[in-house]
């Protein structure tokens, strides 16, 4: 969760391998066991029937993505956002899901039943890397007025020629010039 404050204090290790070979050796009760070494009952019971899987202790500290690769994510989304096409919040998730389902990276449950990342993820994401911000998308009007100056016209022509040589492919056949009548070019929301 967002803001998750941790009720209990965490399990010591020492403590619980010691109580699961006293438990194993002596063939006394949990709780005798778990008293004895100051863990809880049930944790004890959890891990010594196998209960406990590496899914299950996927908490907090668990990240999906290192470091390096949730650099790499937040400078594709700038890149993007150079280009005029930011990301909505729910195709991000979406995104991340498809980037850690290609990596065959360790997530969440919730990630594959659902086929993108928590919004806990994505919040988290946010707050971990500042740079990033979500707006919504301003009037033609307004935008025509702030960024119809020579700066934006010479960056968007450096951006179509990127893509020119980047895929020799395409041709001044497939480029068109429309207006706006009855095209939209302001992104709708999806919420």
Known sequence: PRNYRRKTSPVDKESLRCAI?????NG????????????SPATLQRHVLGIVS????QGRDSKVFTDAQEIEIRDYL??????YHGLTRLVLAQKAYQL???NQLVMPTGWEQHRRAGVDWVYGFMRRHQTLSV??????????????TPEFVYRMFDNIEEVLR????????????????????VPVSEH
């Open 21 to 25: 070979a006293d438990y194993n050796r």
């Open 28 to 39: 006394i009760s949990y709780n005798d066991s778990a008293k004895k070494f100051g863990v």
């Open 54 to 57: 590496d899914r299950m202790n």
């Open 78 to 83: 700038l890149r993007l956002s150079d280009k």
């Open 100 to 102: 850690a389902s290609a």
């Open 135 to 148: 707006r919504k998308p301003s009037q033609l009007s307004c935008a025509r007025r702030d960024n119809f």
């Open 166 to 185: 980047k895929y020799p492919a395409i041709t001044a056949a497939h480029i068109f010039n429309m207006d706006e009548t009855a095209v939209s070019i």
